[in-house]
């Protein structure tokens, strides 16, 4: 029997493919027809941040234990993201509430904070899920990454031949979290001091 906790971690998990994926692509193809530079570099950088998302979840599937801790540490990062520069939140700031685009960026910036802590406040309620995820109680965390394993397991199966297997997907999960870290380390070290909360743009559309 399903258990409301559970059923909460469901709906979370199906409102975040909408609000981390769909809503954000909508939104970015849209600034490019618009030409609003604004939007596109605040949605390119959001992008890079998010693939930290999808590590987690292949994490997930080579069961790998810290894997909801990846997914919290993205959730959290990608929300900061979208908030973090200065020059695009001065820039959102100068558009009237009737621009249709800036009104929806707006509202997908504080649906996916929303989401965020929602992932929040379930980790919470499983701790020990956060270092040990291969447990009973932790089964809800895994289940929504049983569909992207289906697909990435057709996907190998037509590239490769072959099954898309658990230590695979572990040893694939490691190493792009090893590449993610770098590049992190790296902006935090060479790029943030040098440029700080400015993410640099130029939009040349009217208001």
């Not at 998010?50 to 810290?66: A, H, P, R, T």
């Not at 929303?114 to 929040?120: A, D, G, R």
């Not at 569909?147 to 230590?167: D, K, R, V």
């Amino acid at each position: 029997m399903i258990t409301i906790n559970e059923f909460s971690a469901w709906i979370t998990f199906q409102l975040s493919s909408i609000i981390i994926v769909g809503i954000p692509l909508s939104i970015f193809i849209w600034s490019i027809k618009k030409r609003n530079k604004a939007i596109e570099k605040l949605l390119s950088t959001y992008w890079k941040i998010s693939i930290l998302f999808l590590i987690s979840l292949i994490l997930f599937i080579g069961g790998v234990d810290f894997s909801l801790l990846i997914l919290i540490t993205s959730s959290s990062l990608m929300t900061i993201g979208v908030w973090f520069w200065t020059d695009i939140n001065r820039e959102l700031r100068g558009y009237k509430i009737t621009n249709a685009l800036i009104t929806i960026t707006r509202a997908w910036r504080w649906a996916l904070t929303f989401i965020s802590i929602s992932f929040l406040v379930h980790s919470f309620q499983d701790l020990s899920c956060l270092i040990s995820i291969n447990t009973s109680e932790c089964l809800k965390w895994s289940e929504p990454s049983k569909n992207l394993s289906q697909i990435i397991n057709q996907l190998f199966n037509f590239l490769f031949g072959a099954n898309f297997t658990e230590p695979i997907s572990k040893f694939l999960g490691l190493f792009a979290l090893l590449i993610y870290m770098l590049g992190l380390f790296q902006w935090l070290i060479i790029k943030l001091p040098r440029s700080g909360r400015n993410l640099g743009f130029s939009n040349y559309e009217e208001n």
